[in-house]
């Protein structure tokens, strides 16, 4: 059974950082392209970051600024997001999303989410 369960998401000031994690399990997760996204009420969820099966290509969206770094770890099947100098409109929930593609099939899994709110 395909698992991604995310974890990490907090009440959180202005200007301070978070740690997200997405902890994978029921296929082989070496194998997938990972994402995180996110969506705040009332509006499309939308890319947050993305990053290659290795971990050596690596993408993100304008809004991102430079604060967050996507990162994976193949070998806990594990892939985080490190938010910094956060700002009350990163408030959503945020998923991760798991990827892979064949000539045949596209293979597409989604976590449930975790809420980030950004707030003083």
């Known amino acids: 059974q395909v698992q991604l369960v995310e974890s990490g998401g907090d009440l959180v000031q202005p200007g301070g950082s978070l740690r997200l994690s997405c902890a994978a399990s029921?296929?082989?997760?070496?194998?997938?392209?990972m994402s995180w996204h996110r969506q705040a009420p009332g509006k499309e969820r939308e890319l947050v970051a993305a990053?290659?099966?290795?971990?050596?290509?690596?993408n993100y969206s304008d809004f991102v600024e430079g604060r967050f770094t996507i990162s994976r770890d193949n070998a806990k099947n594990t892939v985080f997001l490190q938010m910094n100098s956060l700002k009350p409109e990163d408030t959503a929930v945020y998923y991760c999303?798991?990827?892979?593609?064949?000539?045949?099939?596209?293979?597409?899994?989604w976590g449930q989410g975790t809420q980030v709110t950004v707030s003083s």
């Open positions: 990053i290659s099966t290795t971990g050596e290509t690596t």
């Open positions: 029921g296929f082989t997760f070496s194998t997938y392209a």
């Open positions: 999303r798991a990827v892979r593609s064949t000539w045949t099939r596209k293979y597409d899994y």
